[in-house]
């Protein structure tokens, strides 16, 4: 059976400080790993990884793949008050099958 | 609005109803799925639809019933549903299978 497991659960942090997310997998026919963020309702897509090394980047947030040792992690840096949201992970396999973590809820303080 | 289009928001159903989820996406993606979010857990995978054709049902209950009339549109038919199938129900679509989603709003279904 496919497994996302994120660690840690929930995490709060103040204003300014940097987190790292995580998220390992074990799952059949890996095509990549997706990360997303979800405020309230939809989740609002991140990044796609699909290379192990490759490091994607988006502002203050970076993501990076190990597919040998199946994990990837997420990093804010300069965290702010909206980055507060739940921050979930997904392995994508074949046919669009796909298999989701329980997430990690983030929670920035001022 | 991300350019999938769920309604309605909210939901409420007795038990005997019948109820449909309608999602609509304007992207140019080829594949679209339902997803349910129960409290407490993980996003769960229901159906995919790729190029108008089921490719995976996640061991789903009978009293959901998918539709995918076109690319761009896709129904949940809801009937005879238990106080166990309150959650929110979410669309996504992507342009292929193994692509990042694009995600819809949402559906808060209540079944009293």
């Known amino acids: 059976e496919d497994k996302v497991v994120q660690s840690p659960l929930s995490l709060v942090v103040h204003e300014g400080d940097t987190v790292t997310l995580n998220c390992s997998y074990e799952v059949t026919n890996f095509r990549s790993l997706l990360w997303y963020k979800q405020e309230k309702k939809a989740p609002t897509f991140l990044f796609m990884l699909?290379?192990?090394?490759i490091e994607k980047k988006s502002g203050r947030l970076s993501s990076i793949l190990d597919k040998k040792e199946l994990f990837s992690i997420l990093n804010i840096t300069a965290t702010q008050t909206g980055d507060s949201a739940v921050y979930l992970c997904?392995?994508?396999?074949?046919?669009?099958?796909?298999?989701f973590g329980d997430g990690t809820t983030l929670t920035v303080k001022p | 609005e991300t350019g999938v289009t769920q309604t309605p928001r909210h939901l409420v159903m007795g038990m005997t109803n019948k109820k449909s989820l309608k999602c609509e996406q304007h992207?140019?993606?080829?594949?679209m799925y339902w997803y349910k979010q129960s409290a407490k857990k993980p996003l769960e995978l229901m159906f995919v639809y790729n190029f108008k054709e089921q490719t995976e049902n996640n061991s789903v209950p009978s009293r959901f019933s998918p539709e995918c009339p076109n690319s761009s549109h896709l129904f949940l038919h809801l009937h005879t549903l238990q106080p166990e199938d309150s959650a929110l129900y979410l669309c996504?679509?992507?342009?292929?299978?193994?692509?990042?989603?694009?995600f819809g709003s949402g559906t808060r279904l209540t079944v009293v």
């Open positions: 992207l140019g993606h080829n594949a």
């Open positions: 699909t290379s192990s090394g």
């Open positions: 997904a392995v994508m396999g074949n046919a669009g099958k796909s298999t």
């Open positions: 996504a679509s992507s342009q292929e299978a193994s692509n990042g989603y694009t």
